[in-house]
């Protein structure tokens, strides 16, 4: 997760975090960031599983900045085919 923006884009890659904007962080900084901006956050503990982290934070996310708007399970509309 970017931890200047909070949404789940950017790739790790060793120690440098690739964010989608082309920046490049420090991995461990970035991880610290998005510690720190968790840990108030009632619904994400210790013991949340990952992918429940994954889902309640896509859920926070707005549903076009998600991957096919799949990852929320909310089914895709057919697009309006102009012809």
Do not use: W
Not at 21 to 39: H, I, P, Q, T, W
Not at 42 to 51: A, G, N, R, S, V
């Amino acid at each position: 997760m970017d931890s200047r923006t909070g949404l789940l884009k950017g790739k790790r890659v060793g120690d440098k975090f690739y964010c989608e904007n082309g920046d490049v962080l420090d991995a461990d900084f970035n991880a610290a960031m998005n510690v720190k901006s968790r840990y108030f956050d009632k619904e994400i503990t210790l013991y949340t599983p990952f992918l429940e982290v994954k889902r309640i934070l896509l859920s926070r996310s707005p549903a076009e900045l998600t991957v096919n708007g799949l990852e929320l399970g909310v089914p895709l509309q057919p697009s309006a085919e102009k012809s």
